[in-house]
């Protein structure tokens, strides 16, 4: 089963809006993840 075909089963059951959130927030998490780690070494380097 390729790629493709399982894009394809995924939007045809769930839909293309619901499809395109899910991918934006499995992208999105990583970076927000950055962040606050970012966020949290800076304070650190303020307190420290």
């Known amino acids: 089963m390729s790629i493709t075909t399982v ?3 995924i939007i045809g059951d769930l839909g293309f809006p619901i499809v395109i959130s899910l ?10 993840d950055d ?3 970012a ?4 304070d650190t380097n303020k307190k420290g």
């Open 23 to 32: 991918y934006l927030l499995v992208r999105l998490e990583k970076k927000i």
């Open 39 to 42: 966020v949290t070494d800076q």
């Open 7 to 9: 894009i394809n089963a």
């Open 35 to 37: 962040l606050t780690n």
